[in-house]
């Protein structure tokens, strides 16, 4: 197999720039003494289609009152959310203009730990067009907790990715987009996180459809935990799943469960990771009652879950 050399990368890189936009938004907030206030917010994103289909995150315009697209040409044109995807942090942005230029979207399932890939974006929203920033995969199928959401099967990169960069593409040496900058881990170096480009093609195809899909859901945020991580942080020496956080109104916080609980069946099916969770739950049905053992404050109890349903 050959693989391009640097002019050629270079090539690369600087045609899939031109599909990377920057994405400003203005967002309405309550202040102190009931008072409304403008907050700005920047990001990027992805040009996908000839018709103005942009691939973002969802946090980039979430609750977005006004939103900015700005071109790798410095023109800019209004743009319009028309469907998110908040499980897996994907939104699409919609801009009245056609004949974009558009990015090449690859296979995320291809991608190999220790493969050179490129981040682009528009970092603190600066002037000048999108940045550029290599680095390799690090891993691959990372879990994270992200505000309300807890963001599973993510590429873990260590191209830098800075506040701005959310939304932007990770591409290969072929400049094909393999994945799309979401998350950094604040107080880390060298740790950054994408959405698979194949979740967010899924994402952003229903959504350009008009179709909606919705997933069980049960609610809570939590950690994997051995019995020794178990010893190391003074809980009981069991493995399942630690309670970090129960959605406030979701299944598992009218059901009862609180955060200190250690889940470890559900419907009698061992639970020892957080991944196994998510796994068994999205086997199920919108609706479905489940049995979900957990050991709270050293008892161990059953308590029945109905399942909800999350975009």
Known sequence: MSFPGEDEVLDVLDRVSRSVVNISTVKFVHAMFYQVVPVRGVGSGTIINSKGHILTNYHVVRGA???????????????????????HDIAVVKVDVDGLPVAELGDSDKLRVGQRVYAIGNPFGLAGGPTVTSGVISALNRTIEAEEVLLENLVQTDAAINPGNSGGPLVDVLGRVVAINTAIVPFAQGIGFAVPINVAKRCSAEIIEGVTHLRPWIGILGMSLTKGVARQYNLPPVEGVLVTRVVESGPAYSAGIEAGDIILRLNGIRIRSIEELIREVHKRKIGEKVHVDVLKRGEEQSIEVTLSGAL
């Not at 790798?72 to 209004?78: I, S, Y």
């Open 65 to 87: 009152k006004k939103i900015s697209v700005t071109l790798w040409n410095g023109e800019v044109f209004e743009g319009k959310v028309i469907g998110s995807c908040s499980l």
